[in-house]
């Protein structure tokens, strides 16, 4: 009866958020399992002999009294290969797996593992006995997908001799694949797998500042506000601006090695359209499946709001996890006002008190804790690997004020802000280009200045000046018209137009210009800037400026970005070579005059 006593038992219910008591057997955020069926929580706070537990499952149908079970670990995830190309829920739960098992529904409780046991793996040793090991040192490699190796490392917190490693040849995840003895004589048996805290950042050996871009193909993106490898970026925007269409594209085209999609409490038919679509997509670089070098997290709205909240860790950790192998990874976060509601309903349910909208007051810390775990580092393997980290934002009615948009951009460094209007007018990417930023340009000048051209700076500042102009004299059309305007200010106007047009304005579904590389979007630019300065002697010649619009070869600049992918430049020359020789006509003729 004593042991009865001291089993503890639910107190009371408020949705995903459970109260037990006694505590004594639980520690603070650690895992435990509720009911009999076993649902999935953690422990998220203990005061005296009552512990309050976040439930990341539906509660529906758990009474007071239900049996609460102890697992003696913090919520985990199970890292090793069969993560590629897998679909998880909130928990690394498997959904594919699970559905051939059960349907369409994930039953509620304990589901089993997150990895395959079944599975065979080819693994290849590259040490040898005897060797001495240090946390993160790699101990040999498997063919994880046709894209990605997979590269078992010895777990942090292990290091010793290793007394015996297994040869060549196929082994399951639950098979011993090493032996390592401490110095302190400790035996560690090591795995294909091991577990890792989501909450807790794994280590690395040496932070790197970022000094690379991160190409996505996106011309507003790369060229205006460069997103560094392993940096930082928001997308806020109202509905129907194009975040998810947008976090597609970069998924699709981002230059890094692996993708890490994270869908938090999205609507389930966005879901839906990447679950369907993404397994079907080519790599673009390797012709071979997206999938295969893509992590899914699918935790859509009308799944438990808690699992909202470790969705986001879950999808963090694998990506820390790859990036030690030596990866870039890319992972977008779809989105995090819906984590950030799903704090808010616990905080509420906790009876905490309440900041800005609702909102908890520890707002602002979670976000900065989710933002930092980006970076690029030298592993404590020695090898270079990094995690961008690119969060969507939806503001209620787009308004860029509201608590979880004004926390981020304390946090990140890059701010692509959506804009309604510019979706309206069917603009793709709709990233207003007088309220974003990026604090990443100095840092990648000198990859673009080697790489792609030295004059990269100078042609984005003169292009940002001119669309800087064009706001404040758009200001004065609305009052008076274009025609009132004279032809120098005309010539801002048309100039800001070609560059919204010509270079701003991308069609995601275009064969050509959905992508558009550093090359091209050099010379592109050049091209449309080179046209606007000699616009410039055409009003000094007195000439109306409706004549220089119509000469032919603008007609070649607007069809440029969809016939050439900039890996030619001699098109862009014969288009600047054809600029000159049509204005140079046009000027003569009205000398001659």
Not at 427 to 444: E, G, K
Request: hydrophobic residues 40%.
């Amino acid at each position: 009866m004593e042991s009865t006593a001291q089993q503890p038992i639910v107190t009371m219910i408020s949705g995903p958020v459970v109260k037990a008591r006694p505590a004594h057997r639980f520690s603070m955020n650690e895992m435990v399992e509720v009911g009999d069926e076993r649902l999935v929580g953690e422990i998220i706070d203990l005061d005296k002999d009552l512990a309050t537990i976040q439930v990341y499952e539906d509660t529906t149908g758990l009474r007071p009294g239900a049996d609460v079970y102890a697992k003696g670990l913090p919520l985990y995830v199970e890292l090793g290969p069969g993560l590629m190309g897998e679909i998880f829920d909130g928990v690394q739960r498997p959904l594919e797996i699970l559905r051939g098992k059960w349907g369409d529904f994930i039953r509620r409780g304990k589901t089993g593992t997150a990895l395959p046991r079944d599975k065979v793996w080819q693994f290849t040793p590259s040490v040898r006995p005897g060797a001495m090991v240090l946390p993160g040192e790699i101990l040999g490699e498997l063919p994880e997908s046709h894209l990605i190796t997979h590269r078992i490392m010895v777990p942090p917190g292990v290091q010793g001799t290793l007394e015996h490693i297994v040869p060549k040849g196929d082994y399951t995840l639950d098979d011993v694949i090493a032996v390592i003895r401490s110095p302190s004589d400790k035996i560690h048996e090591l795995k294909l797998f091991h577990r890792w805290p989501v909450r807790k950042i794994r280590p690395y050996r040496e932070r790197l500042i970022p000094s690379e871009p991160l190409i996505t193909g996106q011309r507003v993106i790369d060229t205006f506000f460069p997103l560094a490898r392993g940096g930082t970026a928001g997308i806020p925007g109202g509905f129907g601006t194009g975040k998810t269409v947008a976090q597609h594209q970069l998924s699709k085209w981002a230059d890094a090695d692996i993708v890490v999609y994270i869908g938090c409490g999205e609507r389930g038919n966005e879901m839906t359209g990447v679950l369907v679509d993404l397994p079907k997509l080519l790599d673009p670089r390797t012709q071979r499946p997206l999938i295969e070098r893509t992590i899914l997290i699918a935790n859509t709205s009308d799944m438990p709001v808690a699992a909202r909240e470790a969705s986001i860790y879950t999808g963090v950790t694998i990506a820390e996890y790859y990036r030690d192998m030596g990866y870039d990874v890319a992972l977008m976060a779809d989105s995090t006002s819906r984590w950030a509601e799903a704090l808010r309903e616990i905080s509420g349910r906790l009876e905490e008190m309440p900041a800005e909208e609702g909102f908890p007051a520890y707002l602002a810390s979670r976000l900065a804790a989710f933002y930092e775990r980006a970076g690029q580092v030298v592993s404590l393997s020695g090898k270079k690997g990094s995690v961008t980290l690119i969060g969507a934002v939806s503001p209620p009615g787009g308004d860029f004020s509201e608590p979880v948009t004004m926390h981020t951009k304390r946090f990140v460094q890059c701010f692509w802000a959506l804009d309604k209007e510019l979706a309206s007018a069917r603009y793709f990417p709709a990233i207003n280009y007088l309220q974003s930023y990026s604090v990443y340009i100095s840092a990648v000048e000198p990859w673009w200045t080697e790489k792609v051209g030295n004059t990269w700076r100078t042609l984005r500042e003169k292009t940002i000046n001119i669309l800087q102009e064009d706001s404040r004299l758009q200001n004065i059309v609305k009052l008076l018209g274009e025609e009132a305007l004279p032809d120098d200010q005309k010539r801002i106007i048309e100039g800001a137009r070609l560059i919204k047009n010509d270079f701003l304005q991308q069609g995601a579904l275009d064969p050509v210009d959905t992508y558009a590389g550093p090359e091209k979007q050099f010379l592109l630019l050049d091209v449309i800037l080179h046209f606007i300065e000699r616009l410039a002697d055409v009003v000094k010649a007195r000439i109306p400026l409706f004549r220089a619009m119509e000469l032919p070869v603008v007609a070649e600049i607007h069809r440029l970005k969809f016939t050439q992918r900039g890996d030619d430049p001699g098109p862009f020359k014969s288009i600047k070579e054809q600029i000159d020789k049509e204005i140079n006509a046009l000027l003569h003729r009205q000398d001659s005059l």
